[in-house]
């Protein structure tokens, strides 16, 4: 029996086991696991390395409309490639509804930018902004049925926020179809109060961005979210988890049995508000919602990854350029009022993961795995066909070197952004091979895969959600 590849003598770790095999490949699937497997077209030496599920980033941004002169710095053509350096398979991006929009439409138009760009697999979620009669009626249930599984909803930003009736809706489409909502928590009202005071005692710098929405303001919104999850029963994702009084808020739930999950980033565990505090608007870089804290967050992030609080682990990549079309925005506007949210990170999250977690024995390679993949196919409806290394599913692996030392720059990273939150940082072990679907996209630090191999995923509903839905 002959294959299409073959990645012979790795350690193969899955989010249950680490064992020593060689893979056999064949039409883009994981068809066989043992030794001497026999031929292939080719083989791969994975002597030394580790052979892991491919990364799934469940939490990016890319090509998403972010304000009157504000681009994006990644395309799907830029997002897609650096997340195939980063260790990565499969991404989620968000496809933003812009209020006053269809969201039919904006599926649409996502599927238009993303169309014969993409190295990896995509998957979208949805960003619902107006939650009209039309949205919850029709438009958001055959959009489920369709196989966008998931939405997001946002608890704050001006042309975002949904009131808390708002919410209530859609999470009661999400009760009806099995949908999973993921919720930004950050309590809108606190945030303005919070910015306008500031603002009028003239600071404006780019730190006074974490003191317009300090700890309390998301810890409120978080526990008001799964307040309103419980009133509905639907489970529920809180995203981009900052700190410990949020991570409380959740675990407390799932103490109660409540069906509520949790997502940390790089940024809560490497960065603090002080990296904010650089110098003229060097600190916008760092800018993004909820705020890097500090220490003491920074060690409540690491128990909810390793107590089970979080079951996944994100980048939150949403890039902007140091220039006037992102983190300097247009018109002298320089309060942190006007510094567009988010950093990038989708290339980075994983060496990040790796090197702090499993190198310096915070989480288990098996923990790695759960966190950086198997835990998001399983939460996104894309398990067992994504997220794991078994037979049958598709032949998307990231084949590391662990012992690999590298310090973080600009210049080693392929995403569109100009600069890294994360420079100067050193990691050890590092994503060397990037195979989707059998297909090698980056070999030892280049890219070899073709632009448009990756592929829309439709999903099944959350393994989560599926027995909460009204069949
Ligand atoms: O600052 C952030 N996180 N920007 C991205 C948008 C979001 O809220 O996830
Ligand atoms: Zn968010
Ligand atoms: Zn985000």
């Given at each position: ?11 193969v770790?899955?989010a ?52 009157e ?36 439409q904006?599926v ?10 993409c ?10 902004s107006?939650?009209t ?88 919104a ?30 407390r739930a ?6 509520v ?12 508000e002080k ?11 760092y ?27 994100s ?29 990038p ?8 993961l ?43 692996i ?26 100067g940082?050193k ?8 195979i ?36």
């Amino acid at each position: 029996m002959s294959f299409d590849l073959i990645i012979r003598g790795g350690t193969v770790a899955t989010a249950a086991d680490t064992f020593s095999c060689d893979i056999g490949i064949r039409d883009g699937r994981i068809a066989a696991l043992g030794s001497d497997l026999g031929t292939a077209r080719r083989v791969i030496d994975a002597t030394d390395r580790l052979v892991l599920p491919g990364g799934i980033d469940s939490h990016v941004h890319i090509s998403q409309p972010s304000g009157e002169g504000i681009v994006m710095a990644d395309d799907f053509e830029s997002g897609t490639r650096a997340a195939a350096f980063g260790g990565n398979t499969t991404v989620l991006p968000f496809c933003l509804q812009e209020r006053g929009h269809s969201l039919r439409q904006a599926v649409r138009d996502y599927h238009a930018k993303a169309e014969g760009s993409c190295y990896v697999d995509v998957s979208f979620h949805l960003i619902i902004s107006d939650a009209t009669e039309q949205v919850l009626g029709q438009e958001l249930p055959a959009l489920i049925k369709d196989g966008y599984t998931s939405f997001k909803v946002f608890m704050t930003y001006e042309d975002l926020a949904l009131s808390d009736r708002e919410i209530l809706e859609v999470m009661s489409v999400a009760r009806e179809t099995g949908a999973l909502v993921m919720v930004h928590a950050e309590n809108f009202d606190a945030i303005r109060f919070l910015t306008d005071r500031l603002e009028r005692a003239g600071k404006t710098a780019p730190h006074f961005h974490g003191a317009s929405r300090p700890i309390p303001v998301e810890r409120e919104a978080t526990h008001r979210a799964i307040a309103l999850a419980e009133l509905v029963d639907v489970p529920v994702m809180i995203v981009h988890v900052s700190n410990r009084g949020a991570m409380e808020e959740i675990r407390r739930a799932q103490q109660r049995g409540l069906k509520v999950f949790g997502e940390t980033c790089p940024q809560y565990l490497v960065l603090t508000e002080k990296d904010m505090e650089g110098l003229n608007m060097e600190g916008s870089k760092y800018v993004c919602s909820p705020p890097p804290r500090d220490k003491e967050s920074q060690i409540a992030c690491w128990e909810g990854l390793q107590q089970g609080v979080f079951n996944v682990f994100s980048s939150d990549h949403c890039p902007f350029r140091y220039d006037e079309t992102g983190k300097l925005a247009p018109n002298g506007r320089t309060s942190f009022r006007w510094v567009p949210n988010g950093i990038p990170g989708v290339e980075t999250r994983l060496p990040i993961l790796f090197s702090e977690g499993v190198v310096k024995g915070r989480i288990d390679l098996n923990r790695f795995v759960a966190l950086s993949a198997t835990n998001h196919a399983k939460t996104y409806g894309l398990y067992p066909r994504k997220g794991t290394i078994a037979i049958g599913s598709d032949a998307d692996i990231a084949i590391w070197d662990p012992k690999r030392e590298v310090t973080i720059s600009q210049s080693l990273l392929h995403h569109g952004s100009d600069y890294t939150p994360y420079e100067g940082i050193k990691v050890t072990g590092w994503p060397v091979t990037t195979i989707v679907r059998g297909e090698v996209v980056v070999e030892d630090g280049r890219l070899v895969g073709r632009k448009g191999a990756g592929q829309h995923l439709s999903r099944e509903r959350s393994q989560y959600a599926v027995a909460e839905a009204a069949e």
